[in-house]
């Protein structure tokens, strides 16, 4: 099994920048996609980015051009760069991990956006 840990949430201005941390451990597979989702109160769980163990990302629309995800399979952590944040980012994002064996959560960390 996948364990995921996720840090670097908290509270940040409009137009600021964070940057989440997802440090996976365990079994994983050789072929496997991990991804960013987030949750507001009252609202669908949504895709915000993924990366495909060969290294094609996928980036939901709010994301697209302010955020950034990215790998480093030496310490099996993946990042999202998150810049120019809006209050509407403000939610619980969660990590992932899906394999050809498995699925994992995190256990998600808050990020609020607020002035």
């Known amino acids: 099994q996948v364990q995921l840990v996720e840090s670097g949430g908290g509270l940040v201005q409009p137009g600021g920048s964070l940057r989440l941390s997802c440090a996976a451990s365990?079994?994983?597979?050789?072929?496997?996609?991990m991804g960013w989702y987030r949750q507001a109160p009252g609202k669908e769980r949504e895709l915000v980015a993924r990366v495909t163990s060969t290294s094609s990302l996928i980036y939901g629309d709010s994301a697209k051009g302010r955020f950034t995800i990215s790998r480093d399979n030496a310490k099996n952590t993946v990042y999202l760069q998150m810049n120019s944040l809006e209050p509407e980012d403000t939610a619980v994002y969660y990590c992932?991990?899906?394999?050809?064996?498995?699925?994992?959560w995190g256990q998600g960390t808050q990020v609020t956006v607020s002035s």
């Open positions: 992932n991990y899906v394999s050809p064996k498995s699925e994992s």
């Open positions: 365990g079994s994983i597979s050789s072929i496997y996609v």
